[in-house]
Protein backbone atom coordinates (compact mmCIF):
# COMPACT_ATOMS: atom_id res chain seq x y z
CA UNK A 1 0.00 0.00 0.00
CA UNK A 2 1.23 3.14 -0.98
CA UNK A 3 1.85 6.08 2.05
CA UNK A 4 -0.18 9.28 1.33
CA UNK A 5 1.27 11.69 3.57
CA UNK A 6 4.77 11.62 5.41
CA UNK A 7 5.27 15.04 7.92
CA UNK A 8 8.92 15.64 8.68
CA UNK A 9 9.60 18.50 10.85
CA UNK A 10 7.64 21.27 9.82
CA UNK A 11 7.12 19.96 5.76
CA UNK A 12 4.11 17.88 4.82
CA UNK A 13 4.58 15.95 1.62
CA UNK A 14 0.95 14.31 0.41
CA UNK A 15 0.35 11.95 -2.53
CA UNK A 16 -1.67 13.69 -5.55
CA UNK A 17 -2.19 10.33 -7.05
CA UNK A 18 -5.43 9.31 -7.50
CA UNK A 19 -6.70 6.11 -8.84
CA UNK A 20 -8.81 6.00 -12.23
CA UNK A 21 -11.89 5.46 -10.17
CA UNK A 22 -13.59 7.27 -6.83
CA UNK A 23 -14.09 10.94 -6.33
CA UNK A 24 -10.81 12.28 -6.08
CA UNK A 25 -8.41 13.13 -2.85
CA UNK A 26 -8.89 15.57 0.19
CA UNK A 27 -6.28 15.78 2.99
CA UNK A 28 -7.07 17.58 6.31
CA UNK A 29 -3.89 18.99 7.54
CA UNK A 30 -3.94 19.98 11.31
CA UNK A 31 -1.23 22.20 12.49
CA UNK A 32 -0.26 23.93 15.74
CA UNK A 33 2.47 26.66 15.72
CA UNK A 34 4.18 27.97 18.34
CA UNK A 35 6.43 30.76 19.25
CA UNK A 36 7.37 32.71 22.44
CA UNK A 37 4.41 34.67 22.60
CA UNK A 38 2.16 32.10 22.11
CA UNK A 39 0.53 29.66 19.90
CA UNK A 40 -1.82 28.96 16.94
CA UNK A 41 -3.77 26.12 15.75
CA UNK A 42 -5.55 25.26 12.16
CA UNK A 43 -6.58 23.15 9.39
CA UNK A 44 -5.92 23.54 5.70
CA UNK A 45 -7.67 21.29 3.12
CA UNK A 46 -5.57 20.46 0.58
CA UNK A 47 -7.78 18.63 -2.74
CA UNK A 48 -6.80 16.56 -5.76
CA UNK A 49 -9.76 16.60 -8.02
CA UNK A 50 -10.86 12.97 -10.04
CA UNK A 51 -10.99 15.24 -13.25
CA UNK A 52 -10.35 18.91 -13.99
CA UNK A 53 -14.27 19.31 -14.55
CA UNK A 54 -15.87 17.90 -10.98
CA UNK A 55 -13.79 18.69 -7.34
CA UNK A 56 -13.18 16.57 -4.98
CA UNK A 57 -15.27 14.71 -2.40
CA UNK A 58 -14.23 14.52 1.07
CA UNK A 59 -16.01 11.15 1.93
CA UNK A 60 -14.70 11.24 5.57
CA UNK A 61 -12.57 8.64 5.83
CA UNK A 62 -9.45 9.64 8.14
CA UNK A 63 -5.72 7.57 7.73
CA UNK A 64 -3.04 7.80 9.87
CA UNK A 65 0.40 9.24 8.44
CA UNK A 66 3.84 7.76 9.00
Same mark, same amino acid.
Given at each position: ??????????????????? =???? =??????????????????? +??? +??????????????? =? +?????
Amino acid at each position: MAIDAVIDGGMVLLRAERS =GRGD =GRVYRVSFTASDFEGSASG +VVF +VTVPHNPKRPAIDSG =G +VFPTR
